[in-house]
């Protein structure tokens, strides 16, 4: 059994170094939308691997094998060009664009050439700083945090809209959240999920709004699948609501 999972790995892990050349890799927009004006206001980019004989396999098991393998820094180049290439098609159709968001790798978030690659993407294509967010999460924030509180610094004076992902499953430490120069805080579906079910979750979340309202940041909720979550978390304030 262990040697037809390991296999199964390699094989995956073969796949996923042609996965980019073999045009398997493609991007899902998940929208944003505004609680109190219903308007769409953002979108997340997510990037999507589709195997032409397996179908689908989950972001889950292959965004940590392309981080061991050593490939994730051009898939997620890759991303942010094919984001910015998307803006700049809605703009050229005349759509309203909105911002759009790309998930960083940790690894890909230490380069330190990152912001220069990413400032030439947005001079080939024409794009607005302002029209792209980065998130990163919690748990990569928070480790190395002196370089993370310099490259935040960097990007934000870049003019990028900047997040910290899965808010409250990370071992945050309030004294360096208070310094990180972001955005927004987006609260972890898993407190979403069970909002009406569970009271901890219910007060966890009143408490991450206050505090990021506090702070100076607004607040995404991700994982609202009911209406009943959408109208609860706008009449607590929550700037944002995502599937
Ligand atoms: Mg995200
Ligand atoms: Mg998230």
């Known amino acids: 059994f262990l040697i037809a999972e390991a296999i199964e790995l390699l094989d995956l892990e073969n796949a996923l170094r042609h996965a980019l050349a073999r045009g398997e890799l493609e991007l899902a927009y998940k929208p944003k939308h505004d609680p109190k004006t219903r308007r769409l206001c953002g979108a997340e980019a997510l990037l999507r691997w589709t195997l032409p004989q397996k179908g689908r396999v989950s972001p889950a098991v292959f965004i940590p094998i392309a981080e061991e393998i050593g490939i994730i820094v051009p898939i997620g180049e890759w991303v942010i060009r094919e984001v910015c290439e998307q803006l700049r ?62 490259t935040l610094k960097l990007f934000n004076a870049l003019d990028f809209h900047l997040s910290i992902d899965d808010f409250g499953t990370g071992h945050s430490s309030l004294s360096y959240l208070k310094q990180f120069p972001i955005d927004t805080l987006k609260i972890d579906q898993s407190f979403v999920r069970h909002i009406h079910a569970s009271v901890k979750d219910e007060a966890i979340i009143k408490s991450i709004i206050t505090l990021a309202h506090s702070l100076g940041f607004d607040v995404v909720a991700e994982g609202v699948e009911t209406q009943e979550q959408f109208d609860y978390l706008s009449a607590l304030d929550c700037d944002v609501v995502q599937g």
């Open 89 to 150: 098609r809605w703009a050229d159709e005349g759509l309203p664009t909105v911002r759009v968001a790309v998930n960083l790798s940790p690894i890909q978030f230490r380069q330190p050439d990152l912001s220069e690659r990413v400032l030439r993407l947005l001079g080939e294509t024409g794009i607005d700083p302002r029209l792209l967010e980065f998130e990163i999460t919690e748990g990569a924030a928070m480790e190395n945090i002196h370089t993370t509180i310099a």
